[in-house]
């Protein structure tokens, strides 16, 4: 059993952490997800380093079975696999 979560620009998600008692992994999402990011930032004029910085979250910390790689892995297959 390990640990995941998501970091997200907003409500677009950009990199997947898994962890256990003993590793931790982080994984980016495909680079069209960064774009994504910078077109909405731009659209909204959140250019400044402070308002584009304060829209930077965790998701909730979401439990599943498999090691951390795995996990990783799969989160961010699924994830680009919804865009």
């Known amino acids: 059993m390990a640990y995941y979560q998501i970091f997200y620009w907003q409500d677009i998600p950009s990199q997947v952490k898994a962890w256990d008692d003993f590793d931790e992994i982080k994984i980016e999402l495909a680079p069209s997800f960064i774009a994504q990011i910078d077109r909405a930032a731009q659209a909204q004029g959140l250019t ?12 909730e910390t979401a439990e599943r079975e498999g090691a951390p790689e795995e996990i ?4 961010k297959k699924e994830l680009e696999a919804a865009a």
């Open 48 to 59: 400044e380093t402070d308002a584009y910085l304060e829209q930077w979250r965790w998701s």
């Open 72 to 75: 990783a892995a799969a989160v």
